[in-house]
């Protein structure tokens, strides 16, 4: 399923501690660590968080392009791991 690049922007633009991308009932979700144990989110796949992408990217400013890539890797992880 692919990952919107839109969804890579919010979390990088999330104030929310420990914020992360997370993958649950076929849609994508930005959460903070607190958001993450509501029933809502319980059993969610974890996709990235705002510091892995951050690595990943290189650090900031992130590039549209770096998260076009980057989109596409998670994308493919996500699949892989039957999300």
């Keep these: ?5 839109q ?3 919010q979390l990088l633009d999330s104030a929310e501690p420990g ?6 009932e076929g849609r994508y979700v930005v959460a ?3 958001e993450l144990d509501t029933p809502e989110l319980r059993g969610a796949l974890s996709v990235v ?3 892995e992408l951050l690595e990943r990217a290189g ?6 392009r770096d998260l076009e ?3 596409a890797a998670l994308a ?5 791991r039957g999300g």
Excluded: F, Y
């Design 1 to 5: 399923m692919a990952v919107p690049v």
């Design 7 to 9: 969804d890579l922007r």
């Design 19 to 24: 914020a992360a991308l997370v993958h649950v």
């Design 32 to 34: 903070g660590s607190a």
């Design 49 to 51: 968080t705002r510091e």
């Design 59 to 64: 650090g900031q400013p992130v590039a549209e």
């Design 69 to 71: 890539e980057i989109a």
């Design 76 to 80: 493919a992880a996500v699949d892989n």
